[in-house]
Each structure stands twice: as structure tokens, then as C-alpha cells.
């Protein structure tokens, strides 16, 4: 099993970055894909970026370009750094994590992310 911990958010302005922290512990991280998730009000939960455990990374169309995932093993850590942001980008942003041989999921608690315009 995995703990997963976010941090990072908060409120910017349209244009700005901002760079998501999340924290893992209790199971071996490399073993793991990760994924950021975001929610926000009344619409469902969308997965935004994905990196695999062999480091290949895949995006959402309304992020390519403008979100970065990177992962770092050693500090079982995984970020999305957020440039450009815009309204819309407002939610609060999950870490997922999918044991790859299992596929046991496990999401964190959230972090909100507010860009005004």
C-alpha cells in the first residue's frame, strides 16, 4: 500500500506557474505509475498527466504543452510544475499512484489550485 501526500497549491493569477508536490511513502515507489487527477466543482475527475514507471509520459490535450510530470525515485516524489495557467486550470489536483503489478489505485487527498483571471 502507498500513502500519497499533495502539496503545493494555491491561488495565482492567469499566466502564472505554479509547481504540485507529491510525497509518497509506505510501499516501493518505483513499482508504481503516477498520475495527477483534478476535480473541478460539478464536473467529474479527469486525469490530467501520467508517468509510467519506465519514465514515458502522456497528457490530456487541455494541458500538452503547458503541464510537465517528472518523477524522482530516489526522493519518492512525484511534481506537476503548471505554466501558463489559466481559469479554467482551477481545481483541486489529485496524485495517483498504480502499483504496477497489482493495480491496487490510490489517490491522495488533494490540493486546490485557484487561477484567477
Known amino acids: 500500500q502507498v500513502q500519497l501526500v499533495e502539496s503545493g497549491g494555491g491561488l495565482v493569477q492567469a499566466g502564472e506557474s505554479l509547481r504540485l508536490s507529491c510525497a509518497a511513502s509506505?510501499?516501493?515507489?518505483?513499482?508504481?505509475?503516477l498520475g495527477w487527477g483534478r476535480q473541478a466543482p460539478g464536473n467529474q475527475r479527469e486525469l490530467v498527466a501520467g508517468?509510467?514507471?519506465?519514465?514515458?509520459?502522456n497528457y490530456a490535450n487541455s494541458v500538452k504543452g503547458r503541464f510537465t510530470i517528472s518523477r524522482d525515485n530516489a526522493k519518492n516524489t512525484v511534481y506537476l510544475q503548471m505554466n501558463s495557467l489559466k481559469p479554467e486550470d482551477t481545481a483541486v489536483y489529485y496524485c495517483?499512484?498504480?502499483?504496477?503489478?497489482?493495480?491496487?489505485?490510490?489517490w491522495g487527498q488533494g490540493t486546490q489550485v485557484t487561477v484567477s483571471s
Open positions: 509506505g510501499s516501493i515507489f518505483s513499482m508504481y505509475h
Open positions: 495517483t499512484a498504480v502499483n504496477m503489478k497489482t493495480s491496487d489505485e490510490y
Open positions: 508517468i509510467s514507471s519506465g519514465g514515458t509520459t
